[in-house]
């Protein structure tokens, strides 16, 4: 019964939770740094130019790889439009609340799964990259694939989660560099769980 009851709760969160960002659709913002990375994309598949870097730094540079382009180029394939390239953004937003629930179901249990997702449907900075589609707001599926191989890699000990866990630092860098910082945690965890890397990995 409580389980029927929180899943009842988690269904409410989720509609009124895509109810919000369909509203988001209506309303967003862009501006030159949505613009600049979108256009990138676009050059892509027009075959104008490659980029060799990623979106520009607030204080100069570049980010280290055009991987955010290469993923924006997917939906153009379907749809040559900046409203694609919204939609795009509104479905990874929302399947990253679902990768939640099913990771977190799997690794702790259903309450805890229903919670965190609950919470993850009315988190303002969730919502807000609906609303704001710059560079940042494609970081959550990542941030979700991070935390299942975090979790493989910690609690289940599996050390082959390793080479993933790298592979989706490497991707998420190219996005933002905030996802640096969560090596961190990975070093953190590695020390608390005392887990031995083997060479061969």
Not at 42 to 64: C, E, H, M, Q, S
Not at 103 to 111: D, E, T
């Amino acid at each position: 019964k409580v389980e029927i009851s929180l899943l009842a709760v988690l269904f409410i969160f989720f509609v009124f939770c895509f109810y919000l960002r369909l509203k988001c659709l209506d309303s967003l913002v862009i501006n030159d740094w949505v613009t600049r990375d979108f256009d990138r994309a676009f050059n892509i598949l027009d075959k104008v130019y490659f980029p060799l870097a990623g979106p520009d730094l607030t204080n100069g540079g570049r980010l280290p790889g055009p991987f955010l382009y290469l993923m924006l180029v997917v939906p153009l394939f379907f749809h040559y439009s900046y409203e694609a390239l919204f939609n795009f953004n509104f479905i990874l937003n929302i399947a990253s609340i679902g990768m939640t629930f099913i990771i977190l179901k799997k690794y702790f249990n259903i309450q805890i799964a229903i919670i965190s997702a609950s919470l993850l449907c009315v988190d303002l900075y969730h919502l807000g990259a609906v609303n704001f589609p710059i560079n940042p707001s494609f970081l959550f599926p990542f941030t979700v694939l991070f935390l299942w191989s975090l979790l493989e890699f910690s609690v289940k000990k599996n050390c082959n989660a390793f080479v993933m866990i790298i592979l989706i630092l490497c991707l998420g860098v190219q996005i933002h560099y905030q996802f640096a910082s969560y090596i961190v945690v990975l070093l953190f965890l590695s020390f608390i769980f005392k887990i031995r890397i083997p060479q061969k990995t």
